[in-house]
Nanobody, 124 residues
Framework: QVQPVESRGGLVQAGGSLRLSCAAS????????LAWFRQAPGKEREFVSA????????AYADSVKGRFTISRDNAKNTVDLQMNSLKPEDTAVYYC?????????????????WGQGTQVTVSS
């Protein structure tokens, strides 16, 4: 069993950048598909980005395409989400999710392991 653990988020001004990391506790991430979801106050959890267990496939929500980049470093056992050109509407709690030998799925129900979430706040 793997437990995703997100790095600390933070407060950033609009137009700025922030990098989130998701580390594995318990097992190596190298055989897990990983995804990032987010949930803003009063809204449902939504898909942000995903990467397959092989790293050969990625997926992005339309709202973050061209601004966010997902990558994995199996040597460090982490999956990162580089967020550039941040907007106030990116403010949310960001969650890392994992599935053994998973593809880059945008469905939250696809993932069985979830982190506790980390707050990202973008000020205008």
């Amino acid at each position: 069993q793997v437990q995703p653990v997100e790095s600390r988020g933070g407060l950033v001004q609009a137009g700025g950048s922030l990098r989130l990391s998701c580390a594995a506790s318990g097992r190596t991430f190298s055989t897990y598909g990983l995804a990032w979801f987010r949930q803003a106050p009063g809204k449902e959890r939504e898909f942000v980005s995903a990467i397959s267990w092989s790293g050969g496939s990625t997926a992005y929500a339309d709202s973050v395409k061209g601004r966010f980049t997902i990558s994995r470093d199996n040597a460090k056992n982490t999956v990162d989400l580089q967020m550039n050109s941040l907007k106030p509407e990116d403010t949310a709690v960001y969650y890392c999710a994992a599935r053994y030998q998973g593809i880059a799925s945008a469905k939250s129900s696809y993932y069985g392991y979830w982190g506790q979430g980390t707050q990202v706040t973008v000020s205008s």
